[in-house]
């Protein structure tokens, strides 16, 4: 099969689509033929050398696809060759084929296309487990996103205005927050000339965000925990405005409030099928019923993944940026 590999770690042209040997699914794993993938912040920091895929994973970047099953390893039941999925990987996504574990397997929501189905597990996978699962957004209460127009953000939105939240977002350009408004988003606040902790107090009257989803790491950290409302929840899911940075912690004592890290490469097994099954429950009705759509900026054959790596590094996108494989 063709697969885009990474010899030495560098820039988007670090990214080679080449000849490599197929994948072979092992127990309890499908085969599964990509039709696309999708472009993540990880598979950057991978191709850059400071994200190795865990151990037993594909070297292939790659953290989602979608597809149909070609074949199925010894004890996967509940699912047929020639079905169609969208799976959430630990690597492999850039190629023409991947195996998989069948507890990372979703099937492609009705009224929504194969190709796009690719930009759905990592998002709702994310989304859920940390806003719902771990941070127990509630209706009424205020989330704030920040990096709105992401294929993060895009998804938050709606996902939080499905269940009656109130829904906060930062974005960098009046076009992106257009964006976040059309998808539902309340409060919308432009990083670039307006302080979120400001911004968050005056639209809640001084009350603050019940819940954040931070994708900025250390840069945000003291200022989002003052933009938490008492008992507030931040969750964090990336690292863009870097690794360390102090903490006051009597104002996290004050507010009662709590923080969660998380990512979701490395987690067992168990783990991901358990949010995968989760997701499948709750987000997929949502998705088969209009309320929950994918939001993709651009589609690019798979050989072109070093243009996806500079679109996302430009960050002028909004949603996922796909990469589909060649016929």
């Known amino acids: 099969m063709h697969a885009i590999t990474i010899s030495e770690p560098g820039g988007p042209e670090a990214l080679v689509w080449g000849e490599v040997s197929d994948p072979v699914p092992g127990a309890g794993e499908v085969l599964v033929d990509v039709v696309a993938s999708a472009v993540n912040r990880a598979d950057i920091l991978q191709r850059q050398g400071f994200y190795n895929p865990p151990p037993g994973a594909s070297p292939h970047p790659g953290l989602e696809c979608s597809g149909r099953i070609s074949a199925l390893g010894p004890g996967v039941s509940g699912w047929s060759v020639g079905d169609e ?51 127990h957004l509630r209706p009424g209460e205020t989330l704030l996103v920040h990096g709105g127009s992401s294929g993060i953000g895009t998804m938050a939105i709606q ?35 307006q302080d979120f902790v400001e911004e968050i107090a005056k639209a809640t009257d001084g009350t603050g965000a ?81 309320q929950v759509r994918p939001v993709v900026d651009r589609e690019l054959p798979m050989n072109e993944a070093p243009a996806a790596h500079r679109l996302l590094e430009e960050s002028t996108h909004i949603g996922k940026v796909l990469l589909v494989t060649p016929a």
Not at 166 to 184: D, F, I, N, S
């Open 85 to 135: 999925v969208c799976a959430l990987l630990a690597g492999g996504g850039y190629a023409g084929k991947v195996a998989v574990p069948a507890g990372q397997l979703l099937p492609v929501p009705a009224g929504v296309s194969l190709v796009h189905a690719a930009a759905l597990p990592e998002v709702t996978c994310t989304v859920w487990s940390n806003v719902f699962m771990l941070a």
């Open 159 to 193: 996902l939080a205005k499905a269940v009656g939240a109130r829904v906060a977002v930062t974005a960098g350009t009046r076009e992106k927050l257009a964006r976040c408004a059309e998808l539902g988003a309340d409060i919308l606040i432009n990083y670039r000339e």
């Open 210 to 290: 019940d819940v954040i989803l931070d994708n900025m790491g250390a840069k945000y950290l003291d200022r989002n925990v003052r933009a938490l409302a008492v008992n507030g929840r931040l969750a964090i899911i990336g690292l863009q405005g870097g690794i360390k940075a102090e903490l006051n912690l009597s104002a996290l004592l004050g507010k009662r409030a709590t923080i969660s890290a998380t990512s979701l490469r490395a987690r067992p097994l168990d783990e991901k099928a358990a949010i995968v099954a989760a997701v499948r429950e709750h987000v997929w009705p949502l998705l088969e019923n209009g």
